[in-house]
């Protein structure tokens, strides 16, 4: 059996934590390949909302093993804070979460580093979650990182050598290390907290797995323009978003990737800094913002938002050999008259529809605008409901992407999704 892999084909904030929840039933395993806590997975059903940060999407449809791979990026504090919160809302997860021994540790001093080096970025920081994660894989990627299995052996000594490091650096920048103490004592209990998990081999236990032809499904976090090589660099996160993040994430070979779900929004949005060639600075924004209820689930800010970039999800769509599509939170646009979509930019007078390697405010999107569907598609059962338009917007998606739409959903209820084929 092969595995499948879901991701975000957009800047983030596609839906992937409900989409994932809602394939669950159909796998054995749910495994999160990349990312920390910058990601924040939105889940609500039965009248409750969770967010998941590190904890994979798959922990609430019955009993399914869910894994944190080797290229998650972990920080014990916050994972203490999510896993406490899972609990008392009566979800044991000891026996069904695993971790990769692999999986780098956020330390204390990655997430002063963090917010040290934007502080000194000025005026061209990046606008991250704040969470440690570019420090993180920097020390993986400079072998300098500690990971999971070292909490067995020698901790204390491999902790400090580590924050002895951080702090060199950090008194160069002259930045204050004051909270410094106390973020470690809730790290060092997060430690403990971790203790209580099964930490394995899970390029192991994953390619066992997929011999014995269990169905599992890798759940990707923040998106495909987020990607350190593929992104809109340097305003990208620090690890592979895209497919291929999965192989190394993970520790399966090319070949045992199934299908590809690339999951986007039916219009955009994005977090943080960065270029953003759709973005609206008008009404028609604001409304997508309040109606989307665009702001982010893991620090609040409210989230930039434009229209359908069709050149960027085209680029997306190509990096990670996607084959079936997934449109989210097309309800948002329910009230709309007109619908635009870009499907080229104008950049020095030249149509363009490869995405580029310098996005500047010199690009203008071209667009095609359709007629609204003016219908509450939310509480529709079926494609049978759907309005005329939005039928028309569907397939002209599908033309212009080339890729089939399977899954379209119409409200951040489990419940309201429409599985297309
Ligand atoms: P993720 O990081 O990709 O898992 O996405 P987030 O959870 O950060 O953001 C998606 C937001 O949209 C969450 O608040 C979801 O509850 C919500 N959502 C998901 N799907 C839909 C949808 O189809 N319609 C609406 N209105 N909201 C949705
Ligand atoms: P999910 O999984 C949206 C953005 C940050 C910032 C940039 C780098 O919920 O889709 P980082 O803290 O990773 O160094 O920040 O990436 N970012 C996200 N934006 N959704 C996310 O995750 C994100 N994770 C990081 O806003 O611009
Ligand atoms: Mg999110």
């Known amino acids: 059996m092969k595995v499948d892999v879901l991701l975000g084909l957009q800047w983030g904030d596609e839906g992937k934590g409900k989409i994932v929840d809602v394939l669950t039933p159909d796998y054995e395993i749910v495994a999160r390949f990349q990312g920390g806590p910058n990601a924040g997975h939105t889940l609500e059903f039965e009248g409750k909302k969770y967010v998941l940060r590190s904890v994979p999407s798959g922990i609430f449809q019955g009993n399914k093993i869910n894994i944190i791979g080797n290229g998650v990026v972990l920080d014990p504090a916050l994972f203490k804070a999510e896993i406490e919160a899972l609990e008392s809302s009566g979800h044991d997860l000891t026996k069904r979460l695993l971790v990769s021994k692999k999986a780098h540790l956020i330390l204390p001093t990655h997430r002063l580093l963090d917010a040290c080096y934007e502080a000194a970025k000025g005026d061209s920081k990046i606008g991250t979650t704040g969470k440690g994660i570019g420090p993180t894989y920097t020390d993986k990627v400079s072998r300098n990182g500690l990971r999971v299995g070292d909490i067995l052996h020698n901790f204390d000594e491999k902790y400090n050598i580590a924050k002895s490091k951080h702090l060199r650096i950090l ?6 290390t004051s909270a410094l103490a106390d973020i470690e004592e809730e790290w060092f209990a997060g430690i403990a907290k971790l203790k209580e998990f099964t930490f394995i081999d899970s390029e192991h236990y994953i390619n066992s797995a997929v011999k014995q032809g269990r169905k599992i499904l890798a759940e990707g976090a923040q998106g495909t323009m987020l990607d350190i ?7 990208v996160t620090s690890s592979n978003t895209i497919s291929a993040g999965a192989c190394t994430g993970l520790g399966i070979a090319p070949k045992s990737v199934g299908e590809v779900y690339g999951i986007f929004k039916a219009y955009c949005t994005r977090v943080g800094s960065g270029p953003f060639p759709t973005e609206l600075f008008d009404e028609t924004g604001d409304q997508l913002r309040k109606l989307g209820f665009e702001f982010g689930s893991v620090t609040g800010r409210p989230r930039r938002c434009g229209w359908i970039d069709l050149v960027a999800l085209r680029y997306a769509i190509m990096v990670d050999g996607v084959s079936q599509l997934i449109m989210m939170k097309s309800d948002v646009l329910d009230t709309f008259d007109a619908i635009k979509a870009c499907v080229a930019y104008e ?6 529809t490869d995405f580029p390697f310098e996005i500047d405010d010199s690009i203008k999107p071209v667009y095609v605008e359709m007629k ?8 529709m059962l079926g494609e049978d409901q759907f309005p005329k338009e939005f039928s028309d917007y569907i397939a002209f998606l599908e033309k212009e992407l080339g890729v089939p739409i399977s899954i379209v959903s119409l409200g951040p ?8 084929k």
């Open 171 to 176: 008194g160069q920048y002259g930045f204050d």
């Open 229 to 235: 090589d593929f992104g809109s660099y340097p305003f």
């Open 347 to 352: 950049i020095n007078g030249q149509k363009v």
């Open 372 to 379: 609204g569907w003016q219908t509450d598609m939310t509480k």
């Open 413 to 420: 209820d489990r419940a309201q999704t429409i599985i297309r």
